[in-house]
């Protein structure tokens, strides 16, 4: 008898345990999917019109009503006013937030939501971006400032050091490579070439480095000449390549911890310019190779880098073909005009929103911005509307400011990034530009 009801209340309890397990499971296994776009898939209006973020929500792939969100409309500048933010309830229709502006400009839509959805969306939108001006002319001595820095340059001799370089492709030669620069470091990279190419017969291209602390990559310099291309891959600080990872890390939590910013009070201290001055050394390299063409010089990078591209093709009228994705660099006095500038933020703003005006003086000579007003190279560029380190302002700040044959790979929902697509769009155009100055 007391067997039987033993064996009945361990039953029962396993069971209570089963359901109350699977009941865990299945509040376990629901899938909140917050989201927000706008109602045009590309994002782009004119200034006037009106836009709308629409807001839902799903749980497993149903729509869901009765949750709160909060929202906060702004031009990427934390805490400006004028623009709308709130909490709306959700119902199963996407809940709209309209926005507008007068000038040309983005404004982002940032969505919260608390438990159990716990997540935070963001949506950009464009007004008119194609006419967003310059927020600041350049100086009137830019040119010549850059004119007398190169010329300095010149009188250095470059003295390349080639160190062969081991790699699995038996069509391309590989080295390390040092050149004698100004700015307190050497150019330091990767180059690859094809073996016994001819003379005069191959473009160059140049990869450059998004921010951080790192070796030249042996990747992209092979990338390149397999693709039958003088190919060159520079880190962005002129370091030795190929070093233990701890290497770098010492330097980036050290000596170069600060360096988007060192010098920034005078033009001829501005860490920028020694970078700068790198990329024309590395064309110079490039170039003095025998087997160049004599008429095709590529620049490709990203974030960084494509502030790099930028002030490449102003710099030196050698380059062609400038690939320059989520650029940074861009747009230093944007603040001066009332917008967000671009990574790194070179010019502080005061308690009084205003830029400091020793910063924003030196940093002029060092904006990707001031150098696309100077480019005649065909261009590719990407943007991500709702990247807050490059915002999409600054790089059509420069977009629009390019003369050469250009295009703009818009992407409304996303931030600072790279994407595999954007890196095939770009290879490709690069590929594409090769083609066609070799017809010419």
């Not at 209570?16 to 629901?30: G, I, P």
Request: glycine share 10%.
């Amino acid at each position: 008898m007391h067997l039987r009801l033993l064996k009945h209340l361990v039953s029962s309890c396993l069971t209570l345990a089963l359901l109350l397990s699977l009941s865990a499971s299945a509040v376990a296994a629901d899938k909140y999917e917050l989201k927000v776009v706008t109602d045009r898939p590309d994002a782009i209006y004119k200034t006037g019109e009106t836009a709308k973020f629409l807001i839902s929500l799903t749980k497993n792939g149903k729509p869901v009503s009765g949750e709160k969100v909060s929202y906060t409309v702004d031009n990427f500048i934390g805490g400006a006013s004028g623009f709308p933010q709130g909490s709306k309830t959700l119902g199963e229709e996407p809940t709209e937030v309209e926005v507008t502006s007068d000038k040309p400009g983005f404004l982002r839509c940032v969505v919260k939501a608390g438990a159990p959805v716990n997540q935070t969306k963001i949506a950009g939108a464009g007004f008119s971006p194609e006419k967003i001006e310059l927020s600041k002319p350049a100086p009137e001595d830019f040119d010549q400032f850059w004119t007398n820095q190169i010329a300095k340059l010149e009188e250095v001799p470059m003295d390349p050091k080639l160190t062969p370089v081991k790699q699995k492709d038996a069509q391309v030669e590989a080295f390390d490579v040092q050149v004698n620069c100004l700015g307190g470091a050497p150019v330091s990279g990767y180059f690859g070439k094809p073996k016994d190419a001819k003379a005069k017969s191959l473009p160059a291209i140049l990869w450059v480095h998004g921010a951080g602390v790192r070796s030249s990559s042996l990747t992209n310099a092979i990338k390149g000449a397999n693709n039958g291309m003088l190919s060159m891959d520079i880190n962005a600080h002129g370091l030795p390549n190929g070093k233990p990872a701890q290497y770098y890390k010492d330097l980036a939590a050290g000596k170069l911890k600060d360096y988007r910013q060192a010098g920034r009070e005078s033009r001829e201290t501005v860490y920028f310019r020694g970078m700068f001055l790198r990329l024309v050394r590395a064309i110079d390299f490039l170039t003095a190779q025998p087997e160049w063409d004599g008429k095709t010089v590529i620049v490709i990078g990203h974030s960084q880098g494509g502030g790099q591209a930028l002030a490449a093709g102003g710099l030196d009228d050698r380059v062609t073909f400038i690939a320059t994705g989520v650029p940074a660099i861009c747009d230093h006095s944007g603040r001066a005009a009332g917008r967000i500038n671009g990574w790194p933020k070179l010019v502080e703003t005061g308690a009084d929103g205003k830029p400091n005006p020793t910063q924003l003086e030196a940093a002029a000579y060092v904006d990707a911005v001031n150098f696309a007003t100077r480019a005649k190279a065909d261009a590719i560029m990407s943007v991500g509307f709702i990247d807050p380190t490059c915002p999409p302002s600054s790089c059509y700040a420069a977009y629009n400011q390019l003369s050469g044959k250009k295009q703009i790979i818009n992407k409304p929902l996303m931030g600072h990034a790279a994407p595999a697509d954007i890196h095939k769009a770009f290879f490709d155009a690069v590929l594409k530009h090769v083609e066609e100055q070799a017809k010419k």
